[in-house]
């Protein structure tokens, strides 16, 4: 038994009604209907874990940045 991240209740792993985030060290679980994005269900990534890849791919070059720029990112 897992719980659902977005309703807290408890489901079976067994069933067909959930959906697991693919995400790198993301062990999620959701139900079906509870699940409202559409990128979600396509990609099966939770919003989470793309935040999480979207603020790593930070690239700056440290010798064109101007010292602000750095301390921003």
């Known amino acids: ?5 977005k309703c807290k209740l ?3 792993l067994n069933k067909d009604e959930i959906v ?17 994005s ?3 269900l396509q990609t099966g990534i939770c919003s989470d874990c793309k935040g ?13 940045a101007s010292p602000d720029i750095l301390l921003k990112n």
């Open 1 to 5: 038994m897992v719980q659902c991240n």
């Open 52 to 64: 999480k890849q979207e603020g790593t791919e930070t690239e700056t070059s440290v010798n064109e």
């Open 20 to 36: 697991k985030c693919k995400g790198a060290q993301c062990d999620t679980v959701y139900h079906k209907k509870c699940v409202r």
């Open 10 to 12: 408890f489901v079976s």
């Open 38 to 40: 559409k990128s979600f």
